[in-house]
């Protein structure tokens, strides 16, 4: 099996699985961008539409402090927090999520144009449709939709949602079932990229979670994690435990990173059957101001962010980014998806994952 897996990677590599398009807007017209689109929608490729989303209202009015602020004035958001940067992520073998808390939004802005090193680190990242909701006052400084996945994917985006943090936030290794059009508004944001033929060796496993928990003593802010469980009752989390609440909870999340660990590197690159003459382990592509990315479904992706250079529009006050994405459903009858959970059960028998156990109940109901 491990033999049959190696090959299958670089037989997808050799066909051109493990390659970004980048494209210039200059040289396209709506009609090039939906063939593009639809022809590297079909083949699972990722794409960067460079300048895309360089004349967007956002690129000037989201910059400007005071317009945002005025602007937002009565929102409250919620904000994920944590000691380190890692919301969402696997620490220590347990899942961790980040503490939240609810701040005006003018509040959420001074502290990350303020942020120090040894501040808690804020990212904004719900990713709830918040750009039509929780911040509907900002929702017409984008398009409404990107007009040319709209017509490739047959639908309007499920959700458009606004990022913004600090330099220190990460995003880790993880998949979204969601064909994802991802515009930088200020700073830069850059995404390690692993595709779907592949993201099988980062062995997915199912951890228990808990949350970042923050306390104060002295002005010292000192941090803990605190068991998340779930409510049998009501199906929510909880970091109380009761008797309707004494099941701990369980997430299901990459726990290798080859981009930062060279023990995972190796491990990663042995399971995948990568040599010199493979090209580069996994992808990278970085996004500057008014940069689109077609980030297709099932991409393993892991995202850090900086703040923009001097003159290049970026918010001079944020020390981190700002951007927009839409996500559009996959189709799960294509033959990505089909692939992806083939190559995924025959990782799991081997050891690489656990089983997808999501595949087997939905066959099991099938029959």
């Known amino acids: 099996m491990d033999a049959a897996l190696q090959r ?6 050799s066909l051109g699985s493990h ?3 980048e494209l210039k807007l200059d040289s396209l017209t709506p009609a090039n961008l939906e063939s593009i689109l639809a022809k590297n929608c079909s083949r699972n490729r990722v794409t960067v539409f460079r300048q895309y989303a360089r004349d967007w209202d956002a690129l000037s009015t989201f910059v400007d402090r005071d317009w945002l602020e005025r602007t937002m004035e009565t929102v409250c958001v919620d904000v994920a927090v944590t000691e380190n940067g890692l919301a969402d992520a696997v620490v220590e073998d347990v899942f961790c999520l980040p503490a939240e808390e609810n701040l005006p939004f003018k509040d959420f802005i001074r502290r990350i144009s303020t942020e120090t090193d040894a501040d808690p680190v804020h990212y904004y990242q719900a990713q709830n449709n918040n750009l039509r909701e929780e911040c509907a006052a900002l929702f017409d400084q984008v398009p409404a939709s990107i007009d ?3 017509k490739v994917f047959g639908s309007s985006p499920e959700a458009v949602n606004f990022w ?3 330099h220190r936030a ?4 993880h998949k979204d079932h969601y064909e994802n059009l991802y515009a930088v508004v200020s700073g830069t944001k850059t995404f390690h990229l692993i595709p779907p033929t592949e993201s099988w060796a980062l062995e997915e496993r199912t951890f228990p979670t808990s949350q970042y928990t923050p306390s104060m003593d002295h002005h010292t802010s000192t941090w803990s994690t605190t068991p998340v469980f779930i ?3 009501t199906g929510a989390m909880t970091t109380n435990a009761s008797p309707t609440a004494k099941t701990r909870m369980k997430t299901r999340w990459c726990s290798l990173d080859p981009t930062s660990n060279p023990k995972h590197a190796e491990t990663f690159a042995k399971r995948i059957g990568h040599t010199p003459k493979s090209g580069p ?3 990278t592509v970085t996004l500057h101001r008014g940069d689109m990315l077609y980030l297709p479904a099932l991409w393993a992706h892991k995202v850090e962010q900086r703040a923009g250079m001097d003159g290049d529009g970026s918010a001079s006050w944020l020390k981190g980014a700002m951007a927009v994405n839409y996500w559009y459903d996959m189709d799960f009858s294509s033959p990505t998806f089909v692939m992806h959970s083939f190559l995924r059960r025959i990782a799991a028998s081997v050891g690489y994952m656990e089983p997808d156990v999501d595949i087997e109940d939905s066959e099991d109901e099938s029959e």
């Open 281 to 283: 382990l996994f992808l």
């Open 8 to 13: 299958h990677c670089r037989t997808a590599r």
């Open 19 to 21: 390659a970004v398009h």
């Open 170 to 173: 990460l995003t880790s290794f």
């Open 148 to 150: 040319f996945a709209d």
């Open 231 to 233: 409510d049998e009752e």
């Open 164 to 166: 913004c943090g600090s």
